[in-house]
Structures are given as structure tokens and as C-alpha cells.
């Protein structure tokens, strides 16, 4: 058994680098859960949006929302920014209400346009999200490579949707 020093010690294990920990899964379990979602659906919009829905939601908004209730400090610092407990509390209060509705869509089945709309409200507050980040760039130049690269993960992720999405609706 290692001594309780070693985990102080080692800037891996350490408690600051829970916002690594957090983007790190989510670059990693978003992929992974739109690729199952499409291979699970077969060609299939619904099928597809059905398994998207939960997971892109589950994850995304569920780690997110963990991230700003627990972690908010140091979630702020690792974006170059300041922290706002009050904020960022409610923002991720409002994360983990998506990702507990998106379980309960999944679980109760409550069906197609529960799914779309619930898709379609997470994927709204990521892309404003994505704006402020942009704004921050330009107007505070912010240049955080997380900052940064948050819009464009917006992007892709807004196109891996919009096909069972639209699909779906018809």
C-alpha cells in the first residue's frame, strides 16, 4: 500500500487536476457513446436518436454537471477564468437536471419527441455556451486551449446530431 504522502505528492493524483480527470472523459466517453449510439441504430433515425439522446446527454450534461457543482473552482481556474460559485452551481445544477431527464426518458420510454426536444434544449444551451466561449476569445482574449476549443467540439457535436435529429422529426 503506497503512503497517503505519495498521493499529495503526485500532480497526477492530485485534487487539482479533477478538471483534466472531467475533460478528459468527456473527449473520450462522448465519441465513444455517439459511435455506440449509431451502431446500435443501424440506419435507423429514431433507433438512433433514442440511444443518442440518453448517452450524449448522460454524459455530456451529467459530467458537466458533476464538474460545476462539486469542482466549480477548479473547473473556473483550468478555463482562465474566475470562480463563481453561485453560477456555476446553478449552471450545473441545471446540467444535471438534463442528464436525470434524459434517464428517465430512456428508462420510461416516453418516446420520440420527448427525446428530440430534450436533444434539442441540451444541444441549445451547449451551443450559447459555445458563443460566450467565443466571446471570451475575441473580446477578453481568453486564448485557454479549453476556451478555445470549446466551440469547435460545439460544432462537431451539433453535426454527429443533426441527422437522427432532423430525421427523426419527420
Not at 476569445?137 to 478555445?148: D, E, F, G, T
Not at 470549446?150 to 435529429?165: E, I, V
Amino acid at each position: 500500500m503506497k503512503p497517503l504522502y505519495f498521493y499529495r505528492a503526485n500532480p497526477y493524483l492530485s485534487f487539482m487536476n479533477i478538471a483534466k480527470f472531467f475533460e478528459i472523459s468527456r473527449l473520450t466517453a462522448l465519441p465513444a457513446g455517439i459511435f455506440t449510439a449509431y451502431l446500435v441504430g443501424k440506419g435507423n433515425p429514431e433507433t438512433t436518436l433514442h440511444y443518442l439522446s440518453f448517452l450524449v446527454i448522460f454524459i455530456l450534461s451529467g459530467l458537466t454537471g458533476v464538474e460545476g457543482v462539486f469542482f466549480g473552482k477548479t473547473s473556473a481556474d483550468s478555463m482562465g477564468r474566475q470562480p463563481d460559485s453561485g453560477y456555476q452551481k446553478q449552471s450545473g445544477g441545471a446540467n444535471l437536471a438534463f442528464a436525470v431527464t434524459a434517464v428517465l426518458v430512456f428508462v420510461f420510454n416516453w418516446g420520440r419527441l420527448a427525446e428530440v426536444t430534450l436533444l434539442t434544449v441540451t444541444l441549445l444551451f451547449f451551443a450559447f455556451s459555445a458563443t460566450f466561449h467565443a466571446r471570451e476569445i475575441v473580446a477578453q482574449r481568453n486564448l485557454n486551449v479549453k476556451n478555445m476549443l470549446r466551440p469547435l467540439w460545439t460544432l462537431l457535436l451539433l453535426a454527429a446530431c443533426a441527422w437522427p435529429l432532423v430525421k427523426s422529426l419527420y
